[in-house]
């Protein structure tokens, strides 16, 4: 049974959707004033694998990630370039979608943009006006957290502690800041403007989300995700103006990613720690071991990034990838299916076992290296047969249907894996500079060099998955690249005979 711990109770609770077999999840998707760093892929990852999980567990899900697009940050962006929102947030909303298929991160069914969907807005607000838990004043309307009993049962704040009564026209403030919070704006000079039936103006942030999850969910829904800063005042806020206009719980699940610091420290441009992931790309990382890093710490602890740590996951990928390069060369072991098939199954047990508990990745990652390290031994003395083989890397194919890390195994022209590490080097070393081929130290024939300007496109591209094969097809024929951060060096490489 699939427990996750709920926000909302504060204790892990056992899951089950409000329909049979359909699992209706929202999730914060981005503030499209700026390109997505380190920290937002963070969340974004995590809630992928719990996406993912739930579908490998025989759900069916409906996802919904929307795009803020009108709040105060997009408004000062858009009026510091002199531009409209639609053109000042499309670059922005066109990399983060980019950004998802590099991290193998799975759409939604919906990305509804705030701009899109003012009327549900304005009619969740004349509800909740006519229902007296909001009020007009100066064009502006606010909710009144007074007339909401529950509210900071979230984020569990006591109501009376609060001292409600002061008004807030800002989208975000801190503990201390706690007041009704505006719905709908009062129109401001250079700011965009809507003619509706409550008046003309622009909504809050937070209005935004219930109006559009309630669409393409229901009042009522499963499970809403985000991070950890979202839960006060956006979530909670939320909760207030859904369940006031609806008068039915607004969702059953909440579940909130804890923040990212990168070298210990919180992210700063200031201090030369804040990370896009192009950022990272550019340093010849590839994406899924990006990917692997962020998901590899447990949603509710936090992720500390450094380069050493995502060294780490791109050894421990690679080990995955040397492991599967293996079974894939079994070609007459000795060993019947059955020694194999118990570590099969204690292992797809384990893994599920682990995510079933909050997504456990920790423990269910731990479970693959421990297969990997009881098989190992059998490969290597020949004991593990084809078909046994064939199973466990249907079960790696099969667990990597919700971890989206598993690495292609590096390979030879002969079906023998091209070793990274103990290669016997002719002596033959070069660097390719991007524009210029002829300062090669040692000349390339100008096929392999026209290849090695194809994968630097590639990447460029972002097209990894033809960037990767062209590595590895120069790889099967001695040619070894090593990526830096202003070049591509290479060698030329004795492959191990078969």
Known sequence: ???????????????EPVAPGLVKLYTCGPTVYDFPHIGNWRAYVFEDLLKRFLIFSGYKVTHVMNLTDVDDKTIRG????????????????????????????????????????????????????EKGFAYK???????????????????????EDLRPGSRGDADEYEKESVHDFALWKAPKEGEPVWETEIGPGRPGWHIECSAMSSKYLGRTFDIHCGGVDNIFPHHENEIAQSEAASGVKFVNFWLHCHHLVVDGEKMAKSKGNFYTLEDILSKGYDPREV????LSTHYRKML????????QAKAARQRIGNFLGELKDVTNGTAETAEVLPLIETAREGFVTGLEDDLNISESMAVIFSLIKSLNPLLSRGEVSKSAAQKVLDLF??????????????????????????????????????????????????????????????????????????????????????????????????????
């Open 78 to 129: 858009a009026k510091a370039k002199g531009v409209g929102l639609e053109e000042y947030t499309r670059p922005f909303i066109e990399a983060f979608k980019k950004d998802l298929e590099t991290l193998n991160i799975l759409p939604a069914d919906h990305y509804p943009r705030a701009t899109g969907h003012i009327q549900e807005m304005v009619d969740i607000i004349k509800v909740l006006l």
């Open 137 to 159: 004043k100066d064009g502006s309307i606010y909710f009144a957290i007074a007339k909401f009993p529950a509210y900071g049962r979230l984020s569990k704040f006591n109501l």
């Open 304 to 311: 500390n990034f450094t380069f050493e740590a995502l060294e």
């Open 291 to 294: 990917r692997f890093l962020l």
């Open 397 to 498: 194919s099969s667990l990597d249907e919700v971890l989206a890390i598993k690495p292609s195994p590096i390979r030879s022209a002969s079906g023998k894996i091209a070793a990274l590490t103990g290669v016997s080097a002719t002596g033959a070393v070069g660097t390719v500079v991007k524009k210029q081929p002829s300062d090669m130290p040692n000349r390339l024939d100008s096929e392999i060099q026209e290849r090695i300007e194809a994968r630097q496109k590639a990447r460029a591209d972002k097209d990894f998955a033809l960037a990767d094969a062209i590595r590895k097809e120069l790889l099967a024929e001695g040619i070894l690249l090593e990526d830096t951060k202003d070049s591509v060096r290479w060698k030329k490489i004795v492959l191990p005979r078969t």
């Open 1 to 15: 049974m699939i427990r996750f711990h709920n926000t909302l109770s504060g204790k892990v609770e056992a899951f």
